[in-house]
RNA sequence: GCUGCUGUAGCUCAGCAGGUAGAGCACUUCCUUGGUAAGGAAGAGGUCACGGGUUCGAUUCCCGUCAGCAGCUCCA
């Protein structure tokens, strides 16, 4: 199906929805990938066909283009191109405007079988280097073939479609440099992303779709909102949280240290600076050198900013002997780590250069392990599930570049598995997707979008226990070394927090709304009972925002709206007189009015058990 | 880091073939006392990202730096 594009599987062809920033979080399929009808060819198979197509329209615009893979993707397609000038925007919309006559014009698809001697004579003829490359990478023995509509033959598996005549609709989207085949020391050609569709209903259903992604971008809510900024002072990639976000990650993190209480997790803190020998021991500065900060000198002493908080909690369970009474210890830590990434990859909260870990380390007996993961697999879902994100689950086994002992591999990769096991949770294999140093669990969740992002894991670790020499007292009272589980769960909080603005398009539920309620007075005259209201819910815990200055009611209802706050409590004369107010959901008109103290009981039942919507009324009358 | 693009008021954006700038929203003040998504008027706000260069003169042209955007490569 993307014969062209041998030798390149995976990553970039998740890639074409504008807007996304990091592997960790691949547009799936829109929506009406699955909705369209039955066509005699698959949806994949017409991408492919219109990335020829556009082949075909950019050979004819920019005489001498040399031209890459070009393979059906995710949600479109692409076609990597070597032409001299840069090309812009303008410049798809002529590609269009060619591909639309040529489609015409060339209608049928033909395939023609050749030799490979031949394949490469055809191309050395079109001067085609990186296509006679291509030639290369085909297997031998396999049948080589050529697609060509018109004039226009390319190198190509296939299938196709055999025609232009059928309807389909397509768009280009975007231009970006990329580089031949895969590999920056190789050049950088132009890929040109498009998308294409059996019906116009589709294509718009699906350009809307991507709308939808940019309206909800977080970096677009974060102005909007007031939640967040970088600065050019502070350097790229430092995430300053502005109160309104603070006041949401304030809640999860509550959330997060009520669940991990509940799990008997003990809180500990640890330095973000420490001296360079602590992460030798640890191998960090061997193995994550490149994305480490430098050292910095301290009487003589170099230092470093923490990329990862395991050593720290080891320097922990280090101060003393441990006996096997008190495992599993279980140490969470909402801890900062800095890590240098390179300056293309920063992507707004979801790529960052500092950021807070909700990391944990459980140090338990092989016996324990088992359990302990089955424990996290709860945590993971019960977490998860409060956010509405549902998810799937891989086991990554060992890969080749690993180590420890097989017999030791082969336990903690069964516990992974009887953990999950137990807790009916259905695997997916990750064959040897796990970290050199042991097993692991990942979790990918599905956003509101059908976007699909990987933050949970849950990971055995035999390397540190023994880097470290960790040792625990046995029942025998011999000297055993512990396995030590990395999870987490959230991730990051940018990236997790940075995802639910997107997830929640920036209506948080009540729970850990920046703003919970807003009290809006009808004249100036019920400024006092709204303040009354306001100090009530203040009481309550509750985030209020009662606008009291000069200024219309519907001024103030608007910035309400606008700031997704999900409560409007609105109250004149009759509210003030009767001790009630009238209370307007989020993302409706409708308003009921309710005794204040009603409303509070709903609130705070909405609030403590961390209801994903606003719940509903239905004893109170509706205003007239 | 690489390729391409971008940086003008808090935000969204005009403008300038080189003669130091404008709109809407937001903000401030005054008027408006309004029952569910924008009442009216006036005002304030900009070293046109930063640093060099070319020029009589640079926000505009050139170079560099920083930051951002679309990707590539790599990760929570």
Known sequence: MRPISRGRTGTSETRSVPGDGSRTRRPMSSPQDAAQVAQPYPLSTLRHSVSHLMASAVAKLYPGAQFGFGPAVENGFYYDFDVAVPLADEDLRKIEKEMARSAKRAAPMT??????????????????????????????????????????????????????????????????????????????????YGTAFWSQEELDAHLKWMEEVKLRDHRKLGTELDLFSVHGEAGGGFIFWHPNLGAVRRSIEEFWWEVHTRRGYKPVYTPHVSRETLFSISGHLEKYADLMYAPMEIEEQPYRVKPMNCPGHIMIYKTRGRS????????????????????GVLHGMLRV???????AHI??????????????????????????????????????????????????????KRAAALKNLPLELDEGG????????????????????????????????QRFDLTFTDKDGLQKRPIMVHRAILGSMERFVGGLIEHFGGRFP???????????????????????????????????????????????????????????LIAGDREAAEGTVAVRRRDTREQVVMPFAEFLALAEDLRDRRALDLGETTTARVAS
């Open 353 to 359: 250069r500092g950021f807070t870990q909700d990391d």
């Open 324 to 343: 096997y009474r008190e495992l599993p210890l279980r140490w969470a830590e909402l801890g900062t780590v800095y890590r240098y990434e390179r300056s």
């Open 111 to 192: 395939r023609i079988e050749v030799t490979r001697d031949e394949a490469k004579r055809r191309l050395a003829a079109k001067g085609q280097h990186y296509k006679i490359e291509a030639v290369d990478l085909i297997p031998e023995g396999e049948t080589i073939t050529f697609y060509s509509h018109g004039d226009w033959e390319d190198l190509c598996e296939g299938p196709h479609i055999d025609s232009f005549q059928r309807p389909f609709y397509f768009k280009l989207l975007s231009v970006a440099g990329a580089y031949w085949r895969g590999d920056e020391k190789r050049p950088m050609l132009q890929r040109i």
């Open 434 to 465: 796990g970290a050199f140093y042991g097993p692991k669990i990942d979790f990918k969740i599905r956003d509101a979008l059908g976007r699909e992002w990987q933050n949970s894991t849950i990971q055995c670790d035999f390397n540190l226990p």
């Open 510 to 568: 009540l729970w850990c709304a920046p703003t919970q309620v807003a009290v809006i007075p009808i004249r100036e005259e019920h400024t006092e009972y709204c303040q009354s209201l306001e100090a009530r819910l203040q009481h309550a815990l509750f985030r209020v925002d009662a606008k009291l200055a000069p200024g219309h009611m519907n001024t103030k209802i608007k910035e309400a709206q606008h700031d997704r706050v999900p409560f409007m």
């Open 363 to 416: 140090f338990c007996t092989p016996e324990q392990l088992a359990d302990e993961i089955a424990g996290v697999v709860d945590l993971v879902h019960t977490t998860l599930s409060t956010f509405g994100f549902e998810y799937t689950a891989y086991l990554a086994t060992r890969p080749e570049k690993s180590i420890g002992e097989e017999a030791v591999w082969a336990m903690a990769t069964e516990a992974l």
